[in-house]
T-cell receptor
Framework: EAQVTQNPRYLITVTGKKLTVTCSQN?????MSWYRQDPGLGLRQIYY???????DKGDVPEGYKVSRKEKRNFPLILESPSPNQTSLYFC?????????????FGPGTRLLVL | AQKITQTQPGMFVQEKEAVTLDCTYD???????LFWYKQPSSGEMIFLIY??????QNATEGRYSLNFQKARKSANLVISASQLGDSAMYFC??????????FGAGTRLTVKP
């Protein structure tokens, strides 16, 4: 089954404790991205990757890191989480970055930073 | 600048009736794609329908149709014969040739029995 997977689905952590949210897709997509969703703001892009070893900042990159060492994986790293990073996070992928390409989303990761 | 505007934070519709969710967008790129996603209470983002800027006809997918008015820069989602399972958040999004997908703030649809 074609899908985007994320782990963990739920995470409660404390300020400053490094964490990684994994993302994997099995559709051989070149393009992957991370979004955060906050009430009233829709989804905002954190980082994106056009292909292996090619990453760039989205609209809200502060406090996050990413890497793309393999085509299928695109982990999101919070090196020192803070309470304002409490949010619902989505990983997404598409064949490439193009207006007609649909992005497919993972199930989401709910993060609470205390 | 906000590129996608959804002016209805919440909407109610009676079961079996049709409902229109509004979306306007702003772009100077002649090539762009418009998307609608559904987010049920379980949280996942489900792709519903796509409309390309060069498409001559409005997109349809089952009970979903997209009322695309290019000159007015609007891309409203029409859901026909609403069902209780249609209760969810709905997001309009746009993808340009030089910019990635941007989302509106969403509309929460509640279907009443």
């Amino acid at each position: 089954e074609a899908q985007v997977t994320q782990n963990p689905r739920y995470l409660i952590t404390v300020t400053g404790k490094k964490l990684t949210v994994t993302c994997s897709q099995n559709m051989n997509h070149e393009y992957m991205s991370w979004y955060r969703q906050d009430p009233g703001l829709g989804l905002r892009q954190i980082y994106y990757s056009m292909n292996v070893e090619v990453t760039d900042k989205g609209d809200v990159p502060e406090g996050y890191k990413v890497s793309r060492k393999e085509k299928r994986n695109f982990p999101l790293i919070l090196e020192s989480p803070s309470p304002n990073q409490t949010s619902l996070y989505f990983c997404a992928s598409s064949l490439r970055l193009a207006p007609q390409e649909t992005q497919y989303f993972g199930p989401g990761t709910r993060l609470l930073v205390l | 600048a906000q590129k996608i505007t959804q002016t209805q934070p919440g909407m109610f519709v009676q079961e079996k009736e049709a409902v229109t969710l509004d979306c306007t967008y702003d772009t100077s790129d002649p090539s762009y794609g418009l998307f609608w996603y559904k987010q049920p209470s379980s949280g996942e983002m489900i792709f519903l329908i796509y409309q390309g800027s060069y498409d001559q006809q409005n997109a349809t997918e089952g009970r979903y149709s997209l009322n695309f008015q290019k000159a007015r820069k609007s891309a409203n989602l029409v859901i026909s014969a609403s069902q209780l399972g249609d209760s969810a958040m709905y997001f309009c999004a746009m993808r340009e040739s030089t910019n990635d997908m941007r989302f509106g703030a969403g509309t929460r649809l509640t279907v009443k029995p």
